[in-house]
């Protein structure tokens, strides 16, 4: 539906993440095999967005373990030294964008692409079942919006990490 040519699924339980070593190698071994510029994860340090949801404990370990995988494990040579026998030499993330942040300071307008966002999230249908989450996503689209007067936004603590 978004033209995305690859998904890697690792295997992982849905609903019993844990911080693992294993996690993080995995996590480490995607950065360096993909090299990216930028890294897209939630914001690990939030268990609740106001007085009415909870963070999942899955969502939280997902992102905290990409932070640890960005840094220090994809970028030092020390860490996971088997990776370098599979060809995967260290990479440098330039920048972490941190989706849920109470401290966000970055808004992007997705005004012109919400409709797209709720079609492919209905599309996960594994997680989603017969429920219409286009409600709730457009309205947390319209309370980041109105922090910058945008229809439309999505919000981030944007992290430039030095090289």
């Not at 689209?141 to 981030?156: D, I, P, V, W």
């Amino acid at each position: 539906m978004l033209g995305i040519a690859e998904v890697v699924f690792l295997g992982y339980e849905d609903g019993v993440l844990t911080p693992s070593i294993d996690l993080r190698r995995d996590l480490t071994r995607l950065v360096r095999r993909h090299r990216p510029d930028a890294v897209v994860t939630g914001d690990p340090t939030v268990r609740y967005y106001g007085t009415r949801y909870m963070n999942h404990p899955d969502h939280r370990v997902a992102a905290d373990v990409a932070l640890d995988a960005i840094f220090p494990s994809a970028e030092t040579r020390f860490i996971f030294p088997e990776l370098l026998d599979e060809g995967l030499a260290p990479h440098h993330v330039g920048a972490v964008w941190l989706f849920g942040s109470e401290r966000a300071e970055t808004f992007v307008d997705i005004s012109a692409t919400l409709d797209a966002k709720v079609r492919a999230l209905r599309e996960h249908r594994s997680q989603m079942g017969d429920w219409d989450p286009a409600p709730m996503v457009r309205g947390w689209a319209r309370e980041q919006g109105a922090r910058r007067r945008l229809r439309a936004a999505e919000s981030f603590l944007r992290m430039v990490l030095e090289d």
